[in-house]
């Protein structure tokens, strides 16, 4: 994919999530300075932008007042385009749109991020349209409670999701029970402008059970081919949900997939992580990247083309978490930086205490068994610098690529 140094001059988008490296390596693509805001300052965040903002708050969080007070100072800066949500944003962000003195968000409004987000809304315009979607119920629903799971509708990557029979697990008006249904988790990329979107296509989800959390988001392996009838159905159905919410630019669905069809989880109405597996196989169609294109559909209402049909290649993102608590090294850090199938790399003498991420591991390959293949060896190189034993991530690994 083409690679444009930013100048000095080009114009800066603020970047801001969880992790912000993706979406500040795809500016830098597009040739646009990136003023990335996060939680953990990897080396190939700073690396990709031309300014970086420390945001986090407890935990694995963003303190919204952290990160107020960065875009407000970002904002007096000269060129700024705005700033772009990513994923961690969700709790907040709404209320960040009536605020004065930040730059213009680039993406979707509060109205149709609550057309997507707010459960009694989103479930009651997908019954109407007939798209199939697991039950779901705004009250502690009889029947066993193994048959349930609670989900937090401002949540994301999986650790809003717990057992209903969980302590503590109630519906509140930020949640709701849905019914635990079978299939594969996957998902869909598209780009949404003007009633309408352009699916770029679909991904396997990976998931773990980490910490009594059931279905931690670990990674993902794209593009993958659809049964041709299962895949219409679902750009239909994206397309219906643009037409009556108005989402704008790049957007993902989680979706279940089984023999008989498909049921739909929900709508991230923000970029997605798997942004960067349709840059990896399929570049050449947006040689720019893909947050140019969030940025045409968002301030130009111009969508980008479609692949026409199959990758022929293969691509995989997969999060490695540390087991126990210690200080990346020099030496680690150094030698992640170097490998190609390392990303999100603690800077030297960061603490990365037990169950966080350590790092990101990727690979290219012609079919997803390959892929798998890599991303193990990929663990394996990051395990033997560390020198953490096998066996203490044997239950992610297996968990997630089940």
């Known amino acids: 994919m083409t690679q444009l140094a930013p100048s000095r001059s080009a114009p800066l988008i603020a970047v801001a999530g969880l992790s912000a490296r993706m979406l500040a390596q795809s500016a830098h ?34 303190d ?53 987000r707010e459960p009694r809304r989103f479930f009651a315009l997908l019954d109407s349209l007939g798209v199939p979607h697991p039950a779901v119920s ?20 999986g650790t809003h999701i717990v057992p209903a029979g969980a302590a ?28 309408t979107a352009s699916v770029l296509g679909f991904a396997e989800e990976l998931n773990a059970s980490i910490d009594g959390l059931p279905f931690v988001h ?53 970029p997605s992580a ?15 990247g893909l947050l140019e294109c969030h940025l045409a559909a968002c301030m130009r209402g111009r969508l980008p083309s479609v692949p026409p049909g199959p990758a022929g290649q293969c691509a995989g993102q997969q999060v490695l978490f540390a087991p126990y608590a210690f200080n990346a090294s020099q030496t680690l850090s150094d030698a992640c930086l170097a490998d190609p199938g390392c990303r999100d790399i603690p800077m030297p003498g960061t603490h990365i205490a037990a169950g966080q991420p350590l790092c990101t591991v990727v690979a ?33 690994l297996t968990a997630s690529q089940a």
């Open 168 to 195: 503590g697990a109630v519906a509140s008006p930020a949640s709701y029970f849905q019914r635990r249904t079978r299939g594969k988790p996957c998902s869909a990329l598209f780009v949404a402008a003007h009633g």
């Open 138 to 157: 705004f009250e502690r629903p009889d029947g066993p409670a193994a048959d349930w799971l609670v989900k937090r509708a401002d949540g994301c990557g």
């Open 29 to 62: 693509r597009a040739g646009l300075r990136a003023a990335a805001l996060d939680i953990f300052g990897d080396r190939d965040t700073r690396a990709a932008s031309a300014l970086w903002f420390d945001v986090a708050g407890d935990g694995l969080a963003i």
């Open 274 to 288: 798997t942004m960067s597996l349709y840059e990896a196989v399929w570049g050449q169609y947006w040689p720019l």
């Open 64 to 116: 919204p007042d952290r990160l107020v007070d960065a875009l407000r100072r970002i904002a007096r800066l000269p060129r700024v385009a705005g700033w772009i949500a990513g994923s961690g944003t969700e709790p907040f962000v709404d209320e960040l749109a009536g605020l004065a003195g930040l730059p213009a968000l680039i993406g979707n409004g509060p109205e149709a991020r609550r057309a997507v």
């Open 218 to 270: 670990t990674g993902a392996i794209g593009p993958i081919e659809l049964p041709p009838r299962l895949g219409a159905q679902l750009r239909e159905a994206i397309g219906e949900i643009c037409r009556h919410t108005g989402l704008v630019g790049i957007n993902s669905c989680d979706f279940l997939l089984d023999d008989d069809g498909f049921s739909l989880l929900e709508i991230n109405a923000r």
């Open 364 to 396: 290219r390959a012609p079919t997803r068994q390959a892929v798998m293949h890599a991303l193990d060896q990929a663990h394996a190189r990051v395990l033997d610098r560390i020198d953490l034993p096998s066996r203490e991530f044997h239950h992610v």
